[in-house]
């Protein structure tokens, strides 16, 4: 079956704009989960959905960061402002609660 | 705190050989037990999962691991490399929803 997707693949931006990241779970699969992943290094946490609501948001950085799941499937990272330091690996991850997380391929974002 | 170590950054080993990659945890409790495979500018591929029963798990492409509990490890194992395990390993523990990574093991494979 249809595996995480996630899109764009890449996305190039200036600093102080407004990017949005979207992520397409494996149908059926009612949590999600946001990463970041700088080079070198492993991913880390950002946020996690519960259906639509944000069951765990410790992981986003600042306040410049804000994720929505409206309809308990597809959902969007946003960023504002972007800044150089926010250029990393953006990975979605889908899962049935409590079990094993299933990747997507991941957004390259930069900040030119 | 909750954290997972893994003390080897670049391991190099030839085709052929074998191959042990380290992971440590520190939980209150056991977690669920991961290890994933990421492919130079790929997504993360599960390898393999430990939740609980057998300590020695198999997972794909001829990988297993060894849940060690007075350890706090589970150690990624394969007894003969291929060129196209050239990547880099994560080991990640999870517990409540809450998934930690650890930084990574390169692995490169000579000839």
């Known amino acids: 079956g249809a595996g995480v997707s996630q899109t764009p693949s890449n996305k190039v931006t200036e600093k102080g704009k407004y990017v949005e990241l979207r992520c397409d779970p494996i149908?059926?699969?009612?949590?999600l989960y946001w990463y970041r992943q700088s080079l070198g290094q492993g991913p880390e946490f950002l946020i996690y959905?519960?259906?639509?609501?944000?069951?765990?948001d410790s992981g986003l950085p600042n306040d410049r960061f804000f994720a929505v799941r409206p309809e308990g499937s597809v959902s969007t990272l946003k960023i504002q402002r972007t800044e150089r330091g926010d250029s990393a690996m953006y990975l979605c991850?889908?899962?049935?609660?409590?079990?094993?997380?299933?990747f997507g391929p991941g957004t390259r974002l930069t900040v030119l | 705190a909750q954290s997972v170590t893994q003390p080897d950054i670049h391991i190099t080993v030839s085709e052929g050989a074998s191959l042990e990659l380290r992971c440590n945890y520190s939980?209150?409790?056991?977690?669920?037990l991961f290890w994933y495979v990421q492919s130079p500018g790929q997504g993360l591929q599960l390898l393999l999962k430990?939740?609980?029963?057998?300590?020695l798990v198999q997972g794909i492409k001829g990988f297993e691991a060894e849940f060690k509990r007075s350890q706090s490890s589970f150690n990624l194992r394969k007894p003969s490399v291929h060129w196209s395990d050239a990547a880099e390993y994560f080991c990640?523990?999870?517990?409540?929803?809450?998934?930690?990574f650890g930084a990574g093991t390169r692995l490169t494979v000579k000839p």
């Open positions: 991850a889908s899962s049935s609660p409590g079990l094993t997380q299933y």
């Open positions: 149908s059926g699969h009612t949590a």
């Open positions: 959905f519960q259906g639509t609501g944000a069951a765990d």
């Open positions: 939980y209150g409790a056991t977690p669920y």
């Open positions: 430990y939740f609980s029963g057998d300590t």
């Open positions: 990640a523990p999870s517990r409540d929803n809450d998934m930690r």
